[in-house]
């Protein structure tokens, strides 16, 4: 704090009878320009009582590279033709304000905390088979010994036309594959420190949210970030679909999964605020990486949380359920990915959710944070 020297006083010069007129308008002038020093002063701290400014982006606030998000109610889920079981049936839910990161959290800030902390994602830890196990039917044979070391899921376009049943024909587990290396052992982040964190799992996005003073937002409160200001539009944007011309977000353009035409720019993930952001000014609420919600995934959520009437900040049920496979712990994750196209995935519309393994990190999977701190 400066500090400030007490000033000799200096004897006001009484007016004179000449100069009496031009003493009285400027002391007018004086007393009224401080009253409209006071006036706006006193706007500005009322306004800033009910509504929160919003932060800069990159600037030094506390809340530097977030927005704030005014609460309020929505239909939530979706009945358009694409929506799957698990999005219906829509119903009304309310949210209390919050902030949110303008972006999927990146690598150049995924690389601070690493720094800050010596933290080791999960795809740099030997597998553990005991958790493993317990996540697969009794029964089921180990995986090779070779398959529990450090490794994630890479995505590997095939060769040839293949079933789209069958994921396991361009999901390729490679050792050697994390955050550092999203692509394979050899690759690295040489150009890509703004494109966003991926190979992360559920447990490494937490781990980073809680050591940023934040942590991963509800399913409802994303849903209601994701759309912007727009109710129960298909899209983030509205409900005209995205084609070739327009694309919206970093999504699929071609044959899913075996060619990629890149008509967007970026056949894999692109950089953060690569394309225009939504209506609440956050960016890649539709595309380019699938983001970590705090909610368990069951398919069944949404007929309960109906069946309540409004339901108000919902977080979700108390343990999950994914019928597909349903030894294994799942939470639920939103917005799609650059691998997402209207023959084979539209998870790029707000009210898609997927089941996500907490313990495992992909190609196309990444986080944002949020906080409700003032």
């Not at 004179?16 to 320009?33: A, D, I, M, N």
């Not at 929505?74 to 698990?86: E, K, L, N, R, V």
């Not at 970590?292 to 339901?311: C, M, N, P, S, Y």
Request: proline fraction near 10%; charged fraction near 25%; aromatic fraction near 10%.
């Amino acid at each position: 704090m400066p500090r400030y020297r007490e000033r000799k006083r200096i004897p006001i010069p009484q007016p004179v009878p000449e100069l009496g007129s031009r003493w009285v308008v400027g002391r007018h002038l004086r007393w009224g320009l401080l009253g409209f020093v006071l006036t706006v002063g006193l706007v500005v701290y009322v306004r800033s009582q009910f509504r929160p400014p919003l932060s800069p982006v990159g600037g030094m606030g506390p809340r530097a590279g977030m927005r704030w998000v005014r609460g309020g109610e929505f239909t939530m889920g979706s009945t358009d033709p694409a929506a799957s079981q698990a999005e219906r049936p829509p119903h009304q839910v309310k949210v209390d304000g919050f902030w949110i990161d303008e972006t999927e959290v990146t690598n150049r800030q995924f690389r601070a905390f690493v720094e800050a902390t010596s933290y080791k994602t999960m795809a740099e830890r030997p597998v553990d088979l005991d958790a493993l196990m317990k996540q697969v039917p009794p029964g089921t044979p180990p995986p090779d010994p070779e398959k529990l070391a450090p490794g994630s899921l890479v995505f590997k376009p095939p060769v040839g036309r293949v079933s789209l049943d069958d994921h396991t024909q361009w999901w390729d587990w490679q050792t050697g594959v994390d955050w550092r290396h999203p692509e394979g052992p050899d690759s690295s982040l040489e150009g890509r420190d703004d494109h966003p964190v991926v190979h992360v799992s559920w447990e490494d996005a937490a781990a980073y949210a809680k050591w940023a003073g934040k942590r991963l937002p509800t399913e409802a409160e994303w849903e209601f970030a994701a759309r912007g200001g727009l109710n129960g539009t298909v899209y983030s944007w509205g409900d005209l679909p995205p084609n070739e011309n327009n694309p919206r977000a970093n999504l699929w353009q071609g044959e899913f999964p075996r060619i990629n035409l890149g008509q967007d720019g970026y056949p894999r993930t692109s950089p953060v605020k690569s394309f225009a952001p939504n209506g609440y000014g956050l960016y890649d609420m539709s595309g380019n990486v699938w983001e970590f919600t705090a909610d368990w995934f069951r398919v069944d959520t949404f007929l309960e949380q109906a069946a309540k009437g409004i339901a108000v900040n919902p977080t979700g049920p108390s343990s999950s359920l994914d019928p597909n496979e349903p030894y294994a712990p799942k939470r639920v994750q939103k917005g799609g990915s650059f691998l997402c196209n209207d023959v084979y995935c539209t998870g790029y519309r707000p009210s898609a959710r997927m089941a996500c393994s907490m313990d495992t990190g992909m190609s196309h999977t990444g986080f944002r944070c949020v906080t409700t701190d003032k």
